[in-house]
RNA sequence: GCGCCCGUAGUUCAAUUGGAUAGAACGCUUGACUACGGAUCAAGAGGUUGGGGGUUCGACUCCUCCCGGGCGUACCA
């Protein structure tokens, strides 16, 4: 990995003012402490704002104006990176690009190319992102495709952040939901062969049920029929097989690459299980009660005492899933992220406190819960249920709108909202969908450079960009120039949607410059320095949506 | 009952984590190309941030009490 460039410093501007400000308050002798940097709402308060003046009024006992000019009497900056700094308000201190700065950027992140907004912190460290984690019980619905999407754009993000990162899907292919699954998929091989039975209600009610079944008999005929014996697995592993085809067909679609099925079986097997249960034995932090084998979990805080092992000698879910979080430590990684929907709230404290017990750092786990989505008919509301088979499918999500369409939509609001996800809103709006506002700019970008290229236009020399001076110009620019901080943020905070609300805000900036600023003239030297200025939008755009994993498309 | 999430413009959602005059999109009203893609741009209307109290220079954000919605609250996963 390379060392941070001297550009890289100056890209994030906050970082150079902050050793300025840093060096002001040592001359004045006042205390450092925490303050933060603020892009104002309003333009007149200039490009970045700070409000160290007014934390500092409780230490040093002044007016907050007088400090922030102090402060800045005792700033040495360079006006070709700062051309002023001002007092205003209540205290602010406030800083305004200068236009070389500004004109400079066009260039460096020109020079940067698709690597412009990677970030350095999360270098040389592994991270594990677990997501999806459904069993193969049926086709992925829209709710499985929010956290899809998430997920793996959580997972793009940590890889801008340098880490070295680990997608990974967690399945458990034992339990009653999958006898349950096999034993439907048998009631409709036999129901296709004329055995009239009747299908219980919580069995699995689906179509594709029946087509496993129908696949069944083609490959296999009625041999299975009438055979009440244990070989009977057939039914179930056959459902496992072909759900899980269908599964990674539609993650495959979406765009997402697992790099590991961890299957909760293997857990069994490597003895995993049963050293945890013997670690926390030898720790005292189990004990048995009633039959059944009970965490110590009050001893981490939690209100009370968990089974873990029940009276049937059976485990119940919670010992695989510390089981498993603890084989991820034992991996090595550095940071690991799970991310749950809202229904296993209740789960995680007990894997944190089963992972404490055990020793390890609970602070490296961080779990995302995301809230779930409504389905909307018009205004009618869908109930989604995967055993009544009363949902709407992935695919067929896909179908309808598009994969760009898809990403977007779940990547565009917080996770932490319900998400009202309207389908005829979805189908026959399309057009309006921002995604294609998004992608419109870029196509637009790339169709002027194809007309450049026709006129043999094309920016060759960085001292045309003096010639970028237009209001919409220095605009657009300020923008691009927020973009590492943006995806800084977003890996930081685990928020994606913040992404697409900036890049919105860039494809705004760009459709009012191209409306004021004619970028093909017969003026050469702004020509080349407004193409300069398209192409690194273009490259903000592009990167943008490589890290969202939707589409940059050179027409449309 | 208890825990977590949410409540912001007609609707769907933001708000750089405590900052300055709460912003977008859709929808609505009115405008803009004899040239780079009109899937665009400009202007307008639209708000007591669910309600009360508190904390401070400053609150959509933090504390508290209500109201309303969602998800949980197993020896189910």
């Known amino acids: 990995m390379h060392e941070l460039s001297e550009w890289r410093k100056m890209q994030r501007i906050e970082w150079y003012l902050q050793s300025k400000i840093e060096r002001a308050l040592e001359r004045l002798s006042y205390p450092k402490l925490a303050y ?13 704002s700070v409000n160290l003046a007014m934390l500092l009024v409780k230490e040093v ?3 907050p104006r007088q400090i922030a000019q102090q402060i800045i009497d005792n700033l040495d900056i360079d006006s070709a990176h700062i051309e002023k700094a001002e007092v205003a308000g209540p205290g602010f201190i406030n800083f305004f690009f200068s236009p070389q700065y500004l004109q400079k950027t066009v260039s460096n992140i020109l020079e940067e190319g698709n690597q412009y907004g990677r970030q350095d912190f999360g270098k040389t460290q592994n991270a594990q992102v677990e997501f ?4 193969p019980t049926g086709p992925l619905t829209i709710g499985h495709g929010r956290q899809a999407v998430l997920g793996d754009t959580i997972a793009n993000f940590l890889e801008w952040a340098g880490y070295s990162v680990t997608r990974e899907y967690y399945f458990n292919n034992a339990g009653r939901q999958m006898r349950i699954l096999g034993d439907s998929v048998k009631l409709r091989y036999e129901g296709l062969l004329g055995k009239a039975t009747e299908f219980p209600e919580d069995y699995y009610q689906g179509e594709y049920i029946v087509d496993i079944a129908r696949k069944i008999l083609e490959k296999h005929s009625d041999a299975f029929l009438n055979r009440p014996d244990k070989s009977l697995d057939i039914f179930k592993d056959s459902a496992e097989t072909y759900i899980f085809e269908d599964i990674k067909g539609t993650l495959q679609r979406l765009g997402i690459q697992f790099d590991v099925y961890f299957n909760e079986k293997d857990l069994y097997d490597s003895g995993e299980i049963e050293q945890v249960i013997r670690l926390l034995k030898d720790k005292n932090l189990a004990y048995e009660k009633e039959g059944a084998l009970w965490f110590r979990s009050t001893e981490f805080g939690l209100d009370q005492d968990r089974v873990i092992v029940k009276s049937s000698g059976e485990p119940t879910y919670r010992l695989p899933d ?17 991310i749950f929907g809202a229904d296993h709230i209740a789960t995680y404290p007990d894997v944190l406190a089963g992972i404490k017990a055990l020793g390890y750092d609970d602070s490296k786990i961080k779990v995302l819960i995301h809230q779930f989505v409504t389905l909307y008919q018009g205004s009618e509301k869908v109930k989604m249920s995967t055993r009544r088979a009363n949902f709407v499918t992935l695919d067929e999500l896909m179908d309808e709108v598009g994969v760009d369409v898809t990403r977007w939509f779940f990547l565009m609001r917080s996770m932490d909202s319900h998400l009202n996800f309207d389908l005829v809103l979805a189908k026959s709006q399309s057009d309006e969908n921002p995604v294609y506002y998004n992608q419109y700019a870029h196509a637009r970008i790339c169709s002027i450079l194809r007309n450049a290229a026709e006129k043999e ?4 020399n960085e001292v045309t960009l003096q010639r970028l001076e237009h209001l919409y110009e220095f605009q657009l620019i300020k923008k691009l120039l927020e973009f590492p901080t943006v995806v800084e943020r977003c890996a930081r905070e685990f928020t994606p949607h913040q992404l697409t609300q900036y890049l919105s805000e860039v494809s705004t900036a760009f459709h009012k410059f191209y409306t004021e600023c004619w970028v093909l003239t017969t003026d050469k030297d702004l020509s080349q320095a407004r193409l300069a200025l398209c192409l690194a939008t273009k490259t903000v755009l592009a990167n943008g949506f490589t890290i969202l994993g939707v589409a940059a498309p050179e027409s449309m």
Request: proline share 2%; aromatic share 12%.
């Open 36 to 48: 933060s940097f603020d892009i104002p709402k309003i333009e007149t308060h200039g490009d970045l």
């Open 61 to 63: 006992r002044q007016n």
């Open 132 to 135: 999806v984690s459904a069993n």
């Open 322 to 338: 510390i089981a498993y979080h603890r084989d991820k430590f034992e991996r090595g990684f550095d940071l690991i992220v799970d």
């Open 457 to 460: 236009l094309s920016y060759k």
